[in-house]
């Protein structure tokens, strides 16, 4: 029972790895309150103002790459570009650097097809949630 008076379901398990419980697949409230403690602090409003001026600057590259792609009236894959950006907001709250997936048109590092595999992965064995070893 996560913040509620119902079970979490078993559906939610291969989002996880067996060895390591996350916030999204651990079923245990205490375990999950426990790991939730442990990322408060990145979520206080400090923490959300030390972040603005990073995102800030990504959103403005972000801009800056939409206007490009209209104005030589190219052909831009949306739903994509807007992953690059979501990554490299991600790099910037993280570890301080951009990934540099907007700049590039492209995953640099990876990141974004182990997310998709992961994803893809983890959505059909919810449904058989048993087979997650």
Request: proline share 5%; with cysteine.
């Amino acid at each position: 029972r996560i913040g509620s008076t119902l079970p979490k379901a078993d559906y939610y398990i291969p989002f996880g790895l067996p060895s390591f419980p996350n916030l999204f697949d651990v079923q245990d409230s205490a375990r999950h309150s426990s790991i939730k403690k442990q990322f408060a602090p990145l979520y206080t409003m400090t923490a959300s103002l030390s972040y603005e001026q990073g995102v800030d600057g990504q959103t403005a590259i972000l801009k800056e790459e939409l206007q490009r792609f209209s104005d030589q009236k190219q052909v831009m894959d949306l739903p994509q570009f807007l992953q690059y950006y979501v990554f490299d907001v991600i790099g910037v709250i993280t570890v301080g650097k951009s990934m540099g997936m907007m700049e590039s048109n492209s995953d640099t590092n990876g990141a974004c097809g182990a997310f998709d595999a992961i994803w893809h992965y983890a959505s059909m064995m919810a449904y058989i949630p048993h087979m997650h070893a």
